[in-house]
């Protein structure tokens, strides 16, 4: 095997092409986890504008492509997959029966240590070293919508009849209800990173959209189009203006949810349900096999899924001091979270501590000017 890391940039055409065939083969060849936009080169080459050291190793084997693992690493050799906090899949994509040793990879790419918190199934030499599994629920629509939707009424029957109740009722109040899958205003992704923003503050979570790299990076997406991918803002309008928004990523087969949010004006709709059964119609129109919902417990995904795929997150290290030194800062932050997110009896009331911090932080500051004396 002949390996070679690059700058996303120095990438060829003919590169780029191979690795989107491989992604485009995958459900076809038993890793449909490598088909999500989140491994596409299109995304890496995205984060890359946002982020230093960003770079691509290509395994070549009789002088053609056999596998591309996109990573960032720093000056000291710790790497992380690229884009992490905000990937929903990451690993290394491969033609059929392609092997790797795991820190032998590592080292032709000068990294101590590789982290990553959304690993695809079908890793082996990299899940050996997961510490833990987590649920990503999926929609299947690959037998259309109809069939979808027959199976959510016998899976989730009240939550299928009260959502479609609620969709006729924002019809008959509304002027107009009109679903735009692929909207290219960018004034109406503005208006979802505002409302995403005021939802992350209102919960008491970190706005990611605080972050410019991140904000940079969706719209950099948002403007990336090809054949293969595509960055999608969905849009749910009532009485003429949008309600209900959802921006993510989209493959030949895959389409990735990202970022939904709604205008709270129309909570008592659940507009954000409505948009989703929205999606899974027209995304089934357009030959998309599944939407992917994401990791993460969310009483919304658990309605609407069909499965769930696992994804893990842990560390492949070398014998290594920087790797030594960055388990032990890392180590004891993810189990505290994991404890927390995957523990009913922990997760709840810290969910409920973290909304009463968020309606603190809701309130409008008011500036007292000093009386005269």
């Known amino acids: 095997m002949d390996l070679s890391v690059y700058r996303p ?14 992604q ?3 459900h076809l060849q038993g ?6 936009p989140f491994l596409s080169p299109e995304f890496t080459l995205a984060v890359s504008r946002y982020r230093r050291g960003v770079r691509v190793a290509v395994a070549r084997e009789r002088g053609e492509p056999a596998a591309f693992f996109p ?38 790419c000068g990294l101590a240590v590789w982290e990553f918190d959304h690993l695809v199934e079908g890793q082996g030499p990299f899940e050996t070293s997961a510490a833990k599994g987590f649920a990503s629920p999926v929609l299947d629509v690959d037998q259309g919508y109809e069939a979808y939707l027959d199976r959510l009424r016998e899976r989730s029957p009240k939550f299928t ?28 992704l503005r208006t979802l990173m505002g409302w995403k923003s005021v939802q992350y503050r209102r919960t008491g ?27 999608l803002l969905s849009v749910l309008y009532a009485d003429g203006k949008p309600v209900a928004a959802h921006f993510g990523l989209r493959t030949e087969r895959v389409l990735a949810c990202w970022f939904p949010a709604y205008d709270p004006e129309y909570a008592k709709y659940s507009p954000g349900l409505i948009l989703h059964l929205r999606m899974a ?17 969310k009483e919304y995904k658990d309605s609407l899924k069909t499965r769930e795929l696992t994804v893990s997150e842990g560390w492949v290290t070398r014998r290594h001091p920087v790797a030594v030194g960055h388990r032990v800062r890392r180590v004891p932050v993810r189990a505290l979270r994991n404890a927390v997110v995957t523990r009913p ?28 004396t």
């Open 205 to 231: 979570r970190s706005d990611r959209f605080a972050h410019e790299w991140i904000s940079g990076l969706v719209r950099q997406l948002f403007h990336t189009r090809s054949e293969s991918f595509a960055g």
């Open 31 to 36: 890793s449909p986890g490598l088909a999500n």
């Open 71 to 108: 990573f960032q690493r720093t000056a000291t050799g710790v790497g992380r997959a690229v884009g992490l906090g905000v990937s929903d899949a990451q690993g290394l994509v491969h033609r059929p029966g392609f092997t790797w040793d795991a820190r032998e990879l590592l080292r032709a």
């Open 24 to 26: 485009s083969k995958a």
């Open 281 to 297: 119609e027209a995304a089934a129109a357009d030959g998309i096999a599944y939407l992917d919902l994401g990791r993460g417990h």
């Open 161 to 188: 009849r009260t959502t479609l109740a609620k969709e006729r009722r924002l019809h008959r109040t509304a002027s107009e209800l009109r679903y735009v899958h692929d909207e290219r205003d960018p004034a109406v």
């Open 345 to 372: 009896e922990l997760f709840e009331p810290t969910d409920r501590l973290l909304k009463k911090v968020g309606k603190i932080r809701s309130v409008p500051s008011v500036t007292v000017k000093p009386t005269k």
């Open 9 to 22: 940039g120095e990438l060829s055409a003919a590169d780029r092409a191979a690795w989107t065939a491989l």
